[in-house]
């Protein structure tokens, strides 16, 4: 089945240690993107790749970076993590403006 | 500044009862509508969504939603509801100007068996 995989389903890391997740798809979508998710609250977009142009949202910390080195993947690169980057982070696809199709996420947790 | 709105925070009813979420943008061109569910655990998915054509559409589980242009909403309806409706619920939605989805706040739906 096509689907939107991601890779860790659960990561623990240190204070300040850099931190990667992965993303990949079966869906050959075009649009690829990152969101953060805290308890109860709406996902929150961090950035996302249309075709290879990426684009940032304006209130995305400089701490987070991305990757997409091809059509099927894309990293979520946290490069010193604080307590408050702790979330679920999701990736999801689509094909232009169509709806969006998300992996189950990638939950952080900080210590 | 392009937004959504969900007003409800919370809802909670009995099994059987009818629902009905509110879901309003801000007014900005062409828009794409959609809604999500989010299951306890689960990830998200789609429920239905708005293009064009017939304003009231119909999507998974029953769901329905109508999409009124004049006053820029797009709530969802179903007319009985079943515990295994126990979810978060996101309104979304894509203006014609951008690439990218802005969701509502969301919307609790408890159900009490």
């Known amino acids: 089945d096509a689907m939107v995989i991601q890779n860790p389903r659960y990561q623990v890391t240190q204070f300040g240690k850099p931190v990667t997740l992965s993303c990949s798809q079966t869906l050959n979508h075009n649009v690829m993107y990152w969101y953060q998710q805290k308890s109860s609250q709406a996902p929150k977009l961090l950035f996302h790749?249309?075709?290879?142009?990426?684009?940032n949202e304006a209130d995305t910390p400089d701490n987070f970076q991305s990757r997409r080195p091809n059509t099927s993947f894309c990293f979520l690169d946290i490069r010193s993590p604080g307590l408050g980057d702790a979330a679920m982070y999701l990736c999801?696809?689509?094909?232009?403006?169509?709806?969006?199709?998300f992996g189950p996420g990638t939950r952080l947790t900080v210590t | 500044a392009q937004s959504v709105s969900q007003h409800n925070h919370h809802v909670i009813l009995s099994e059987a009862a009818s629902l009905e979420l509110g879901c309003n943008y801000s007014?900005?061109?062409?828009?794409?509508l959609f809604w999500y569910v989010q299951y306890p655990g689960q990830h998200l998915q789609l429920l239905l969504k708005y293009f064009s054509g017939d304003p009231l559409v119909k999507g998974i589980k029953g769901f329905e939603a109508e999409f009124i242009k004049s006053k820029f909403s797009f709530n969802l309806r179903k007319p009985s509801v079943q515990w295994s409706d126990t979810a978060e619920y996101f309104c979304a939605v894509v203006y014609s100007s951008a690439s990218k989805i802005i969701f509502g706040s969301g919307t609790r739906l408890s159900i009490r068996p």
């Open positions: 007014y900005g061109g062409t828009v794409n």
């Open positions: 790749y249309y075709d290879k142009d990426f684009n």
């Open positions: 999801a696809t689509s094909i232009g403006r169509d709806e969006q199709y």
